[in-house]
C-alpha cells in the first residue's frame, strides 16, 4: 500500500497570501500529495529582529485561507513550541507524531535553499524527509554550498509533468531533493501589508484570499507597520526558517 504524502509548508505568513496558495496548490497537484500542512512559526529565527504579527491572527488568517480546501490541514506544533522554533525539532516532532505510514515533504523556497548550509543541523534537516524546492521566476539556483552527498540526492523536475514527476518519486526509496518551477508566481508578504497600511482594498484583494483580506481589514492589521530593509529583505514568498 502506498504511503500517505504529506508536505509540509512552514513559514512566518505575516500575511498568509495568493502566492502561497497557488504554491501549496501547485505543488499537491505536482506531486499527488494527500495533504498539505501549514506550519505557521511562533517568531522564526531570523526574524527575531523584526516586528511579527501574534501568532493568533497569522494561525486565524490561515485558518480562513484554507477552510475550502480540504487537502489544507493547519499545524500548531511551533505556536505550542516556541522554544524550540527551528526546522530540524519541527520535522523531528512531526516525523514522530505521522509515523512510518507517511512519506514526508518539506516544501521551501529557492531563498531558503541558498541559505540551507546556515540552518542548525542542516544536513539532518535534509536527511530527515523529502524536501521540494519551489524556485521563483528568474531565480538561478546553486549547489556549491552543499556537500556532494546531498547533491547527489538533488533531481531536477523543473519543466516535469505530473506523470514523469510522481514517477520519479515513487522509484526513489531514499528522501529526494526536488526541484520545481511548476508554481510561477511572485507575491511577497511585504506588498501586503503595503496594501493594507495604504487602505488599498482593491489591490489588497488581489493579493490574499477574500476572507483573510476582511480579517484585516476589521482587525486594522499592518496598519501602524514599517518594514525595515532586514525585514524586507529577508521576506520571499515561500520562507522558512533555520
Known sequence: MQKKRVALYGGTFDPVHNGHMAIAAG????????EILFVPAYVA???????VTPALHRYAMLALAT???????????????????YTVDTLTRIRAELGEEA???????????MEIATWREWERVLAICNHIIVTRPGYKLSFDHVT?????????LRDAQRDAVVRTVNENADPGI??????MIDIS????????RQE????????????????????????????TEFFNARNNPVSHHY
Open 45 to 51: 529565527p531570523h526574524k527575531r529582529g523584526a516586528v
Open 103 to 113: 512519506r514526508i515533504f518539506f516544501v521551501m523556497g529557492a531563498d531558503s535553499w
Open 67 to 85: 477552510q475550502e480546501e480540504s487537502l489544507f490541514q493547519l499545524s500548531t506544533a511551533e505556536i505550542e513550541a516556541p522554544e524550540r522554533p
Open 148 to 156: 556532494s552527498a546531498v547533491r547527489e540526492r538533488i533531481v531536477d
Open 27 to 34: 505543488v499537491a497537484e505536482l506531486f499527488a500529495l494527500d
Open 200 to 227: 488599498c482594498s482593491v489591490e489588497l484583494i488581489n493579493l490574499v484570499p477574500s476572507p483573510v483580506a476582511e480579517y484585516i481589514k476589521k482587525y486594522r492589521l499592518y496598519r501602524d507597520t514599517h518594514e
Open 178 to 183: 526536488y526541484l520545481t518551477d511548476a508554481v
Open 189 to 196: 508578504a511585504t506588498a501586503v501589508r503595503h496594501a493594507a
